[in-house]
């Protein structure tokens, strides 16, 4: 059921959420206007906030932690943004800038392009045991007649070209699952962290 309210009005429920998922069309400026006002608001309410980032892998972390920590020139950051990404800079400038000028932690969760490539092609179980270490160690690859379902919905019926269609399903649920992983691990990081911190701060 969809909903439509202000960021006003959802602002008590994003801040009582460990994790904001906020959508996108890649190409739609206006999107990334309002994830940067979403990041915005919960920082201006005291809430701690990472942005973790499907156009970056997990490989580009320096340049991200460069890029906010203001060590790594803007030309320098966005040929790493197209070395990760290949939809227009000026598009998403304005959520790295914010967390550049804020010091709003940015963490890559992709993986790399070639993995999803080779699945989307000849299918999970084509990768060597070199590639599938690369990925979080719970990623497996079942994909059922639901998940299918969603995919063709969401992508359409011709999103996956001249591939074989489970392939293709395979490759983004390597993609979604492997996202969420590296999140919660990020997350559980963090926690992890500020409990230490606390302990020695009572010492």
């Known amino acids: 059921r969809k909903v439509t309210v202000t960021l006003e009005e959802a602002l008590p429920q ?27 608001a919960l920082v201006a309410a005291g809430r701690p906030v ?12 320096a ?6 920590a203001g060590e790594l020139p803007p030309a320098d950051f966005e040929k790493a943004y197209y070395r990760n990404w290949n939809y227009p800079w000026a598009a998403y ?6 967390a550049r000028l804020h010091g709003v932690p940015l963490v890559g969760l992709n993986v790399a392009p070639a993995i999803t490539r080779q699945v989307a092609r000849d299918g999970f179980e084509s990768l060597s045991t070199t590639q599938r270490g690369q990925l979080p160690a719970a990623v497996t690859c ?17 999103a996956h070209g001249h591939l074989d269609f489970t392939n293709f399903c395979e490759a983004q649920l390597v993609w979604d699952k492997s996202m969420a992983l590296h999140a919660i691990a990020y997350l559980k990081e963090r926690s992890e962290e500020r409990r230490v911190g606390k302990e020695c701060r009572s010492r």
């Open 14 to 40: 994003l801040l009582s959420a460990p994790l904001v998922v906020v959508g996108e069309q890649h190409s739609e400026a206006l999107h990334h206007e309002m994830q940067r006002k979403v990041i915005a």
């Open 50 to 61: 990472a942005v973790g980032l499907e156009m970056f892998r997990r490989e580009s972390q």
């Open 63 to 68: 340049e991200l932690d460069r890029w906010v």
């Open 93 to 98: 400038r304005t959520v790295f800038d914010y």
């Open 142 to 158: 079942e994909v059922d007649a639901a998940y299918m379902a969603y995919i063709r919905q969401a992508f359409g019926a011709h």
